[in-house]
């Protein structure tokens, strides 16, 4: 009796743990939740908080100064203006213009930045979807230490052919040297 009992706990166990995750493998694997709706498989929007060294208030002046300063090249402010963007903060919402700005202060090192066009390649917002453009930007922003990239960089790895993921970790890996930074990408090593 005593062996049935642990096998019947061990059982009940398992179908706990693949009950209680079962919404995480839905969204990994791509299939509609229960209620049929797809679009729930998609990433989430980004919330954008204000960048740390910008001006916090939504005022056309405010929004005036915050702009020239990102077009001076300050990550910071670039981030905190394609936020505006992307939220409608003192502007129309306009994803477009809201990755121009995430994209260039991504290019500068932004990690949040390179989080941000990651889950907007994937959900294809501002831009067309492009998952492989989507997992090479979680890379980046993984390999600096995003930890919500390296949740998104596992989904999408699942989603794109071993060829697609060593070419995209290679283009990391050469970004990251072009960009003179001290992290690198682990390769996959296996099919």
Known sequence: PRPVLLIVAATTLILAMLWLTMPFWRSVAGSPPRNGNPRQTMPQPVQHP??????????????????????????????????RYANGEGVSQDFPEAFRWFSKAAE?????????LGAYYWAGRGV?????????WGLIAAAGG????????AAL????SHEQVIAEQQ????????HQLSISIPTASHK
């Open 128 to 136: 067309p979807q492009d998952l492989s453009k989507a997992y090479f």
């Open 171 to 178: 283009h990391a890996n050469e970004w990251i040297k072009s």
């Open 50 to 83: 204000p960048a740390s060294n910008a001006p916090v208030t939504s005022s056309p002046e405010d929004f005036a100064v915050l702009r020239q300063l990102a077009e001076t090249g300050d990550a910071a402010a670039q981030f905190a203006v394609g936020a």
């Open 146 to 153: 995003d930890q919500g990239s390296s949740y998104r960089v």
């Open 108 to 116: 500068q090192g932004h990690v949040v930045a390179q989080a941000t």
């Open 157 to 160: 790895a699942s989603r794109l």
